[in-house]
T-cell receptor, first 113, second 113 residues
Framework: DTAVSQTPKYLVTQMGNDKSIKCEQN?????MYWYKQDSKKFLKIMFS???????INETVPNRFSPKSPDKAHLNLHINSLELGDSAVYFC????????????FGPGTRLTVL | KNEVEQSPQNLTAQEGEFITINCSYS?????LHWLQQHPGGGIVSLFM???GKKKHGRLIATINIQEKHSSLHITASHPRDSAVYIC???????????????FGQGTILTVHP
């Protein structure tokens, strides 16, 4: 009964490739997020969708494109991967209102060689 | 300088010790979160605070809005408490802003038996 799931868990790829990470939540939440955690464990928000609509778009290279086919799914597509894209990417979801708790997926460790 | 600063960055304790992790922030906030990241990588929300104090088992979180400061305390620490503890704030600017979080750099806690 995984609440927020991500696939794949590990992704190893060459520079220049295009890859996607998928996220699904079965909590009925309205808002979903993508976060990037760097090698120093620092988390930073990348994107957020509310009911399939993009509401937060931080300063992220436009090689990163989120897509939300429905409010239970938020996928992240990355074009022309670079070494600096290596990180752990976390998906999260939130119902909205109070309590304002975010539920995180298990993370996808991306390694770009 | 990061908008959210945690101290200490690394903390080592003996089992049974009382532990305090501090978080200071420089922006107006509507809520503050404490998160725990297990050695396996999963992130769990521990508390959300907008004022006062909350307690859950051996964990206590406090916040002082005027001083822009929060603390996470662990009583009777145990090796299973070893994890990264992350403070995150939800900015008050622009309303609730769909729960956009800004993170501290995390505190790595190691509790030895």
């Amino acid at each position: 009964d995984t609440a927020v799931s991500q696939t794949p868990k590990y992704l190893v790829t060459q520079m220049g490739n295009d890859k996607s990470i998928k996220c699904e939540q079965n909590l009925g939440h309205d808002t979903m997020y993508w976060y990037k955690q760097d090698s120093k464990k620092f988390l930073k928000i990348m994107f957020s969708y509310n009911n399939k609509e993009l509401i937060i778009n931080e300063t992220v290279p436009n090689r990163f494109s989120p897509k939300s086919p429905d409010k239970a799914h938020l996928n992240l597509h990355i074009n022309s991967l670079e070494l600096g894209d290596s990180a752990v990417y976390f998906c999260a979801s939130r119902l909205g209102g109070d309590p304002d708790t975010q539920y995180f997926g298990p993370g996808t460790r991306l390694t770009v060689l | 300088k990061n908008e959210v600063e945690q101290s200490p960055q690394n903390l080592t304790a003996q089992e049974g010790e009382f532990i305090t992790i501090n978080c200071s922030y420089s922006v107006g906030i509507s809520a503050l979160h404490w998160l725990q990241q297990h050695p396996g990588g999963g992130i769990v929300s521990l508390f959300m605070l907008s004022s006062g104090k909350k307690k859950h088992g051996r964990l206590i979180a406090t916040i002082n809005i005027q001083e822009k400061h929060s603390s996470l305390h662990i009583t009777a620490s145990h090796p299973r408490d070893s994890a990264v503890y992350i403070c995150a704030v939800r900015s008050a600017v622009g309303g609730t802003s769909y729960g956009k979080l800004t993170f501290g750099q995390g505190t790595i806690l190691t509790v030895h038996p």
